[in-house]
């Protein structure tokens, strides 16, 4: 628990909320010709940055405790940055570390996994995203974890991987799969049983959040579990069979299972076999953790008949549930959030989102706390998302929050409101430009709306994101030109950028408090310290220093 903040003599809070408005996946491009959010119609936005005060912030690498500036932000890190106003090591950091230092496979839980296989004589199961993006899992992290099973003697390991082309090109599946399935040959050859057993798109199987689609988790316990699908002999055969037959991007090609005889699966999991879901990030992780862990509770599908394994997660993916029961690292401990701190001085709050960004703005903003830090003062409110692909629908769920955070801006309820607008990501992650320009334009019309309902009730309206994407929508060279394809096609980008987030105090009512020029070179981290003085509050002494510049 925490104390209540110090209130600020020095400034009088205005006589309407706070409202933080996280633009996800909206950033400042570095190059003209894939900057969805230059090349977009939006009014609204480019007058508020011309005519408010605004800074630039950074939202990737270090300033969000990944390991280094070649890092993209995610929005997991993002939001626990903005939420907790500092920043503390990320999975990807920790768990790169873990594995650098041997600490992993010195743990408890790594021994337990290997000893089990090794006295039932059972398979190694590693499921998880097969790239190097660094925002879900790391193939290194994979590569070690080989390494370390076969050094211990494990006879049996099935590799099943997940295709990324969000984090990562497209397209580039075959350029860490291929590669994978040689170094496992390479282990076969010297006695043990190693291959890719199943996979599949990360959008279609097995890494769903927030309960949005149960349907792709069910795919994936259908192919890394059960074993069913279509066969083929190799990832490789696979992921090419189906680009040639579907045109699909990684992401959203089909799922897979490997057969070395064309009858029976390679590796359907079976009692006693030992389970790693070497993901880091939780989001996506939970449901397939609930799938194993859960016993005949569980109803968001029929698993059939539940192999007896056991199962462990690369990290703890959620604190309050203690989900997985079994982790190989160690998750960050983040305390002291904005919420808890707002909720111990008795401010009541609201955070919004539809359900693709909803445990953004609650779980991860809170410092990957499930629950409430107080009923009285914090409420939620979800949005269900569509179950669409984000390009038929890029305006997503935008004017249906907006709805909700005018009417909650009127009503005069609540002293600060947190929202996050997905709009700018989740198209993002598409790679169609057109999706992204309508999704922008539908953003500012909302961001309208919102800014004259903070003008009539006298509020603050803060707006900024959690890391980049729309920002950067083509792939670009060294010299900086836009890449092309084998057809002439521009290259285009799905992942997110290390480009800065915009961070914009629309104050109608300011009073010249601070200065129009706003602190620099800071990153969202700030932005913790920037609500609570807007708010007419002290800042706490450990958090991250605000942009605002008092006079």
């Not at 909206?26 to 609204?44: C, E, I, R, S, W």
């Not at 650098?100 to 499921?127: Q, R, T, Y």
């Given at each position: 628990?925490?104390?209540?903040?110090?209130?600020?003599?020095?400034?009088?809070?205005?006589?309407?909320?706070?409202?933080?408005?996280?633009?996800?996946?909206?950033?400042?491009?570095?190059?003209?010709?894939?900057?969805?959010?230059?090349?977009?119609?939006?009014?609204?936005?480019?007058?508020?940055?011309?005519?408010?005060?605004?800074?630039?912030?950074?939202?990737?690498?270090?300033?969000?405790?990944?390991?280094?500036?070649?890092?993209m932000g995610n929005s997991e890190v993002g939001h626990n940055a903005i939420g907790s106003g500092r920043?503390?090591?990320?999975?990807?950091?920790?768990?790169?570390?873990?594995?650098?230092?041997?600490?992993?496979?010195?743990?408890?839980?790594?021994?337990?996994?290997?000893?089990?296989?090794?006295?039932?004589?059972?398979?190694?199961?590693?499921?998880?995203?097969?790239?190097d993006g660094n925002v879900h899992s790391h193939i290194g992290h994979l590569y070690a974890m080989l390494e370390a099973a076969f050094t211990a003697g494990v006879k049996t390991v099935r590799v099943h991987a997940l295709l990324d082309g969000r984090d990562v090109p497209e397209t580039s599946a075959l350029e860490y799969v291929k590669p994978l399935e040689e170094k496992l040959a390479e282990y076969s050859s010297k006695g043990v049983d190693y291959l890719i057993a199943s996979g599949g798109g990360r959008m279609v199987i097995t890494m769903d959040r927030y309960g949005a689609n149960w349907d792709m988790v069910k795919k994936g316990w259908e192919t890394h579990v059960q074993g069913k699908g279509e066969f083929f002999g190799s990832a490789v055969e696979a992921i090419t069979a189906l680009r040639e037959r579907t045109g699909a991007i990684d992401q959203d090609l089909g799922a897979f299972v490997i057969s070395k005889d064309?009858?029976?699966?390679?590796?359907?999991?079976?009692?006693?076999?030992?389970?790693?879901?070497?993901?880091?990030?939780?989001?996506?992780?939970?449901?397939?953790?609930?799938?194993?862990?859960?016993?005949?509770?569980?109803?968001?599908?029929?698993?059939?008949?539940?192999?007896?394994?056991?199962?462990?997660?690369?990290?703890?993916?959620?604190?309050?549930?203690?989900?997985?029961?079994?982790?190989?690292?160690?998750?960050?401990?983040?305390?002291?959030?904005?919420?808890?701190?707002?909720?111990?001085?008795?401010?009541?709050?609201?955070?919004?989102?539809?359900?693709?960004?909803?445990?953004?703005?609650?779980?991860?903003?809170?410092?990957?706390?499930?629950?409430?830090?107080?009923?009285?003062?914090?409420?939620?409110?979800?949005?269900?998302?569509?179950?669409?692909?984000?390009?038929?629908?890029?305006?997503?769920?935008c004017a249906e929050i907006t709805d909700a955070v005018v009417a909650a801006i009127a009503d005069n309820k609540y002293r600060m409101i947190r929202l996050n607008f997905p709009n700018g990501d989740m198209v993002g992650h598409t790679g169609s430009m057109e999706a992204v320009l309508v999704s922008m334009g539908a953003l500012d019309l909302c961001l309208a709306r919102i800014r004259d309902a903070v003008k009539a009730a006298g509020g603050v309206l803060v707006i900024s994101a959690d890391h980049g994407n729309a920002d950067d929508m083509l792939e670009h060279d060294k010299q900086g030109n836009a890449k092309k394809d084998k057809q002439g096609n521009f290259a285009r980008k799905t992942s997110h950028s290390l480009n800065p987030v915009p961070c914009i105090i629309y104050d109608p009512e300011s009073k010249g408090e601070y200065s129009a020029e706003l602190n620099e070179g800071l990153g969202i981290s700030s932005l913790g310290a920037t609500c609570i003085e807007l708010l007419g509050f002290k800042a706490p002494a450990e958090y991250d220093k605000s942009v605002l510049k008092f006079k």
């Open positions: 628990m925490v104390n209540a903040l110090e209130i600020n003599p020095a400034f009088t809070p205005r006589r309407g909320p706070v409202v933080l408005a996280i633009l996800d996946g909206v950033g400042f491009g570095k190059y003209a010709d894939g900057d969805a959010v230059k090349l977009a119609n939006t009014p609204v936005l480019d007058e508020l940055m011309a005519t408010c005060p605004c800074t630039r912030l950074k939202a990737h690498g270090t300033a969000v405790g990944m390991p280094s500036d070649d890092d920043v503390f090591s990320q999975g990807a950091k920790l768990v790169g570390e873990a594995v650098a230092s041997g600490k992993l496979f010195e743990g408890d839980v790594w021994k337990k996994v290997v000893a089990n296989v090794k006295d039932n004589n059972s398979a190694l199961h590693l499921i998880g995203l097969v790239s064309g009858k029976n699966p390679a590796g359907a999991m079976k009692d006693n076999d030992s389970v790693v879901l070497f993901n880091f990030r939780g989001d996506r992780a939970l449901e397939i953790t609930a799938a194993f862990e859960e016993g005949s509770s569980f109803d968001k599908f029929d698993r059939g008949t539940v192999p007896q394994v056991l199962f462990a997660g690369m990290m703890e993916y959620d604190g309050d549930l203690h989900a997985p029961k079994n982790y190989l690292v160690n998750p960050p401990e983040i305390t002291n959030t904005m919420d808890e701190y707002l909720c111990a001085s008795k401010v009541r709050q609201l955070a919004i989102s539809e359900t693709q960004k909803y445990g953004h703005v609650t779980y991860f903003f809170n410092g990957n706390r499930s629950g409430k830090f107080d009923e009285e003062y914090d409420d939620y409110l979800e949005i269900p998302s569509d179950v669409v692909p984000f390009e038929q629908r890029p305006w997503m769920k």
